[in-house]
């Protein structure tokens, strides 16, 4: 089974903090993705990668950065948190093609204060 | 009119009840389709794809129109552990994101 590892189950930031959030793949997939979620919204996308090195913004970037270094390795970088910004946050990965679906990382629950 | 729609339920069954959900989705580009499972404070999972002639799982069956726009699932037998969010997918043309609705809550009752 494809495994998406992220690095923190719970954290809690002050607000104006640099916060990295880490995911990890062991199955060699291509694309990786970046979503919060928050109750009544769903799940929003921030960024994704769909390979090394490559990054697109998705519906929701603003304050928010990525780095993809290496295929397995997609990293969420909050450059000053807000409180607007506590939220679950969510890592998938997905083959390189369509009609295959995302497997999820457990999520990291952060709380800015 | 958004994306993906879903009603939100709550959708409270009896056990061994049978249950269908509906999602809507607005582009008719959309080729690929899905349902996940969500579990309170847990990750979601992909329960099935839904293809295009309908295709089935044990108890669940899942089923594409487009001429309609919406894909179904319905859940047969209902058991207490089927008790989650049910998540529609859609991705839309050749793009790598997909579009997800805010769920379906099912709840069933012993």
């Known amino acids: 089974d494809v495994k998406v590892t992220q690095s923190s189950r719970y954290l809690v930031k002050r607000t104006g903090e640099k916060v990295f959030l880490e995911c990890v793949q062991d199955m060699d997939h291509e694309n990786m993705f970046w979503y919060r979620q928050d109750p009544g919204l769903g799940l929003r996308l921030i960024y994704f990668s769909y390979d090394v090195k490559m990054k697109e913004k998705g519906d929701i970037p603003e304050g928010y950065s990525v780095s993809r270094e290496k295929k397995e390795r997609f990293s969420l970088i909050l450059e000053s948190a807000s409180t607007n910004q506590t939220s679950m946050y969510l890592c998938a990965s997905r083959v390189g093609k369509a009609n295959y679906g995302y497997t999820f990382g457990s999520g990291t629950r952060l709380t800015v204060v | 009119r958004k994306e993906v729609e879903q009603d939100p339920g709550p959708f409270n069954v009896p056990e061994g009840a049978t249950v269908a959900f509906n999602c809507t989705y607005s582009n008719s580009a959309s080729q690929s389709f899905f349902w996940y499972r969500q579990d309170c404070r847990k990750e979601p999972k992909l329960l099935m794809s839904v293809y295009s002639s309908g295709n089935e799982d044990g108890r669940f069956t899942a089923q594409l129109n487009r001429a309609s726009q919406y894909i179904s699932l319905l859940i047969r037998d209902s058991k207490l552990s089927d008790s989650a969010t049910y998540l529609c997918?859609?991705?839309?043309?050749?793009?790598?994101?997909?579009?997800f609705g805010t769920g379906t809550r099912l709840k069933v009752l012993a």
């Open positions: 997918v859609v991705n839309i043309g050749r793009t790598y994101k997909y579009i």
